[in-house]
């Protein structure tokens, strides 16, 4: 750790921890509602660390971010920089992780956790591992990992190989039964 501190320093940390918690949001609130992005921004964490060579900033203990309708809880989140001082990856760990956030103003809130989840800003990809799921109205879609394009739209859900044919470790998809005719495939 740097001893060699001026005055400015801890503004110049106040500053940039603000600047990354709003360039974290901005990234995940890409498939909000367009009302959240105009909302303010609420971080709070036990400790917040900034490292300027690396371009990491760590929020540690009960992390708690809000905009709008977008809350994301986690034990800790890390926001690493590229090289344009933009944010490229943020990753939440929890036990497990959660996030909500309204996408449609039709719709309920989009809900998911899991024990790590990773947004790629560079790819528009959330990938979720460790008991991932993701639910919506009724529906959802549960494995041991979930990855999510935020540009294609897709979804891949990934279970624990299981010879037994159990349930156990496997992807689960919840269908309500007032949306089986929109799935493709599903009959009336």
């Given at each position: 750790m740097n001893h060699n501190l001026n005055r400015n320093t801890p503004k110049t940390f106040l500053k940039r921890a603000a600047l990354l918690g709003s360039l974290a949001l901005c990234s995940?609130?890409?498939f909000a509602l367009p009302s959240d992005r105009n909302q303010p921004i609420s971080l709070v964490a036990d400790r917040a660390t900034f490292n300027e060579k690396t371009g990491i900033t760590t929020y540690t203990g009960n992390v708690i971010i809000e905009q709008g309708t977008m809350k994301?809880?986690?034990?800790?989140?890390?926001?690493?920089?590229?090289?344009?001082?933009?944010?490229s990856t943020i990753t939440a760990t929890g036990?497990?992780?959660?996030?909500?956030?309204k996408t449609d103003p039709a719709k309920g809130p989009a809900k998911g956790q899991a024990q790590k989840i990773i947004y790629n800003a560079e790819t528009g990809i959330i990938t979720m591992t460790g008991n991932a799921l993701l639910q919506q109205d009724g529906a959802s879609i549960r494995g041991n990992s979930l990855k999510y394009s935020m540009n294609k739209?897709?979804?891949v859900a990934e279970g624990t190989p299981n010879k037994s044919g159990s349930s156990t470790g496997r992807v689960q998809i919840v269908i309500p039964p007032s949306s089986t005719k929109s799935f493709p495939g599903a009959r009336d």
């Open positions: 995940v609130a890409a994301l809880q986690a034990n800790s989140i890390v926001a690493n920089l590229n090289s344009k001082k933009e944010i036990g497990p992780a959660h996030f909500q956030q739209g897709d979804i």
